[in-house]
C-alpha cells in the first residue's frame, strides 16, 4: 500500500482577502504542490456540523466538503516528489473549534494567514454572496441587522462581520502552535508588492524565494457580474455537483471563473458604514496588534487601502 501523504502547509483564510490570488501564485512555483480540489474544509467541521448548517448555499457546502481523513490524503497523491504541499481553506480561520483538529492531526504543518481591513473584507463577503445568489438583501446595511439571527439559526453563508475578527480567531492557532509557524500577510501589502510578499512566503516555506511569479491576473474578484447570461452561468456553476466538478480540469475552471468575474462590477462600500464597522472592530484590531506585533494603525483610519507598516519579527 503507497505512503499516505498529507500537507505540511494550509491557508487558512481569511475569506475575501486575495487567498485565490496567493494560491494561483503558489501553483507557480516547482517546488510547491497545492491541492487540485479548491478549498476541501476537511478540519472546519466537527462531527454533526455540516448536519446543522441551515441557509442558502448550505446543501453546496456540505457536499464540497471532505469528510474522511482518507478522502481528504488523496487529494495530494499528485505531489510526486514535491515536498511543499498543501490546500487552502479560508473557512478554517474563524469556524469553531478547527485549530484543535488541524493541530490535533498536523502538530508540524506551517500555516498561513492572509488578513484583510476587517469591514472591507466583510463587505467584500457580502458582493461575493450576492454574486453567488446567496444573499437576497439588496443593501449590506439589511444584511448587518441579520447577522444575529443568521448565526443562531446556523447558517453555512451570510454571516459577514464573524470572520473579520481576526485577533479572535489567530489567538487560537498561536494557543496551539509555535509562531514560527505562523505566517501572517496583509492583503494591502500582498496588493502594492505581491513580489516581494511571495518572496518572505516562499523563505517560510524554505523553497526558493527567487523563482519568478507571473502576477499580472488578480484572481477571485468580488462585486456585480452585469452580464444577466454571465451572471445565471456564474451562480449555476456554485451549484455543480462534485463529481460534474471534477470532470472539468481545475486549470479550466480557473480560467472560466476569472474571465467571467473579470468584468464584475463592485459598488462602493459607504463611507459611513466603513467607519461604523471599523469601530466595531476597533479593539479586535488593538489586540491583533499586540498579537502579530505590527502596526495596523492604517485599518483605523478613513483610508485603509495603503500598506500597513513593517513586521516587527518577536523571538518564537
Same mark, same amino acid.
Given at each position: 500500500?503507497?505512503?499516505?501523504?498529507?500537507?505540511?502547509?494550509?491557508?487558512?483564510?481569511?475569506?475575501?482577502?486575495?487567498?485565490?490570488?496567493?494560491?494561483?501564485?503558489? /501553483?507557480?512555483?516547482?517546488?510547491?504542490? +497545492?491541492?487540485?480540489?479548491?478549498?476541501? /474544509? $476537511?478540519?472546519? $467541521?466537527?462531527?454533526?456540523?455540516?448536519?446543522?448548517?441551515?441557509?442558502?448555499? &448550505?446543501?453546496?457546502?456540505?457536499?464540497?466538503?471532505?469528510?474522511?481523513?482518507?478522502?481528504?490524503?488523496?487529494?495530494?497523491?499528485?505531489?510526486?516528489?514535491?515536498?511543499?504541499?498543501?490546500?487552502?481553506?479560508?473557512?478554517?480561520?474563524?469556524?469553531?473549534?478547527?485549530?484543535?483538529?488541524?493541530?490535533?492531526?498536523?502538530?508540524?504543518?506551517?500555516?498561513?494567514?492572509?488578513?484583510?481591513?476587517?469591514?472591507? @473584507?466583510?463587505?467584500?463577503?457580502? +458582493?461575493?454572496?450576492?454574486?453567488?445568489?446567496?444573499?437576497?438583501?439588496?443593501?449590506?446595511?439589511?444584511?448587518?441587522?441579520?447577522?444575529?439571527? @443568521?448565526?443562531?439559526?446556523?447558517?453555512?453563508?451570510?454571516?459577514?462581520?464573524?470572520?473579520?475578527?481576526?485577533?479572535?480567531?489567530?489567538?487560537?492557532?498561536?494557543?496551539?502552535?509555535?509562531? @514560527?509557524?505562523?505566517?501572517?500577510?496583509?492583503?494591502?501589502?500582498?496588493?502594492?508588492?505581491?513580489?516581494?510578499?511571495?518572496?518572505?512566503?516562499?523563505? $517560510?516555506?524554505?523553497?526558493?524565494?527567487? =523563482?519568478?511569479?507571473?502576477?499580472?491576473? =488578480?484572481?477571485?474578484?468580488?462585486?456585480?457580474?452585469?452580464?444577466?447570461?454571465?451572471?445565471?452561468?456564474?451562480?449555476?456553476?456554485?451549484?455543480?455537483?462534485?463529481?460534474?466538478?471534477?470532470?472539468?480540469?481545475?486549470?479550466?475552471?480557473?480560467?472560466?471563473?476569472?474571465?467571467?468575474?473579470?468584468?464584475?462590477?463592485?459598488?462602493?462600500?459607504?463611507?459611513?458604514?466603513?467607519?461604523?464597522?471599523?469601530?466595531? $472592530?476597533?479593539?479586535?484590531?488593538?489586540? +491583533?496588534?499586540?498579537?502579530?506585533?505590527?502596526?495596523?494603525?492604517?485599518?483605523?483610519?478613513?483610508? &485603509?487601502?495603503?500598506?500597513?507598516? =513593517?513586521?516587527?519579527?518577536? /523571538?518564537?
Amino acid at each position: 500500500m503507497p505512503p499516505t501523504v498529507s500537507p505540511n502547509f494550509l491557508v487558512i483564510g481569511a475569506p475575501r482577502s486575495g487567498t485565490t490570488s496567493l494560491c494561483q501564485y503558489l /501553483k507557480q512555483h516547482p517546488d510547491v504542490y +497545492l491541492s487540485p480540489k479548491k478549498e476541501p /474544509k $476537511f478540519f472546519a $467541521f466537527g462531527e454533526g456540523d455540516i448536519a446543522a448548517l441551515a441557509g442558502p448555499g &448550505a446543501r453546496f457546502l456540505a457536499d464540497t466538503t471532505i469528510a474522511t481523513m482518507e478522502e481528504y490524503c488523496r487529494i495530494f497523491e499528485g505531489a510526486g516528489d514535491r515536498k511543499t504541499i498543501g490546500e487552502a481553506s479560508p473557512r478554517y480561520l474563524w469556524a469553531p473549534g478547527t485549530a484543535a483538529r488541524i493541530h490535533a492531526a498536523l502538530p508540524n504543518a506551517k500555516l498561513i494567514a492572509i488578513l484583510r481591513q476587517p469591514a472591507d @473584507r466583510a463587505y467584500a463577503g457580502y +458582493l461575493a454572496a450576492r454574486r453567488d445568489g446567496r444573499e437576497a438583501l439588496p443593501r449590506f446595511e439589511d444584511a448587518l441587522r441579520e447577522q444575529r439571527q @443568521r448565526e443562531e439559526a446556523g447558517w453555512a453563508f451570510g454571516v459577514y462581520a464573524r470572520p473579520s475578527y481576526y485577533h479572535r480567531h489567530l489567538s487560537k492557532y498561536f494557543q496551539l502552535f509555535c509562531r @514560527r509557524q505562523i505566517h501572517v500577510i496583509l492583503f494591502e501589502d500582498f496588493r502594492h508588492d505581491p513580489r516581494g510578499v511571495l518572496r518572505d512566503l516562499f523563505r $517560510f516555506l524554505q523553497i526558493d524565494p527567487e =523563482v519568478p511569479i507571473d502576477v499580472s491576473e =488578480v484572481h477571485g474578484r468580488t462585486g456585480v457580474i452585469r452580464n444577466p447570461l454571465l451572471r445565471a452561468l456564474w451562480r449555476a456553476s456554485r451549484e455543480i455537483p462534485e463529481p460534474v466538478r471534477a470532470v472539468v480540469s481545475p486549470n479550466v475552471r480557473d480560467r472560466w471563473m476569472t474571465r467571467i468575474t473579470r468584468s464584475a462590477v463592485k459598488p462602493e462600500l459607504s463611507a459611513k458604514t466603513r467607519l461604523r464597522l471599523t469601530e466595531h $472592530f476597533r479593539d479586535d484590531i488593538l489586540s +491583533l496588534e499586540t498579537l502579530l506585533q505590527r502596526d495596523l494603525s492604517s485599518w483605523l483610519s478613513p483610508d &485603509a487601502t495603503r500598506p500597513a507598516g =513593517v513586521v516587527h519579527r518577536a /523571538k518564537s
